[in-house]
């Protein structure tokens, strides 16, 4: 089973988010993780539109990326540039990918217009997350 450790500065939104996703739709395939830099509470607006798709985060907490410092991973994928740019050094053949996604957490205006940025950024990252990783174990 593949195993993946999403890494973003707060390990709030986008990488909790991508940790649901993908143990969600590629359970037994995959197996995901996620971290921050500078870990913060799961932000509720994550678990809302996380919960429209059927998928619990609630139980899900903020990690530091030291926490997995000595688990091996075939994969990490930092989805922030501040994480890209602050990414550890992983032991062995780990392979670091970047996709980035815009922050949810600094939308302004309405409490509609906030859920719909959180709706874009989750949407995003299953259009362009999950088939990059049904790819990498179909191989």
Not at 7 to 35: F, P
């Amino acid at each position: 089973m593949l195993k993946v450790l999403f890494l973003c500065t707060e390990n709030a939104c986008r990488s909790q988010m991508a940790e649901g996703l993908v143990n969600h739709y590629l359970a037994g395939k995959v197996r995901a993780y996620s971290a921050g830099v500078r870990p913060k509470e799961v932000n509720p607006r994550a678990i809302r539109v996380m919960a429209e798709l059927g998928i619990d985060i609630s139980r899900q907490w903020s990690k530091s990326v030291e926490d997995f410092k000595d688990l091996p991973f075939d994969l990490v994928i930092t989805v922030c540039d501040q994480a890209q740019e602050a990414c550890p050094i992983f032991p062995g053949t780990t392979e670091v990918l970047h996709v980035g996604f815009p922050d949810p957490a600094r939308a302004t205006g309405s409490e509609k217009e906030i859920l719909s940025a959180f709706r874009k950024v989750r949407d995003a990252m299953r259009e362009q997350i999950l088939p990059l990783l049904a790819e990498k174990v179909s191989h």
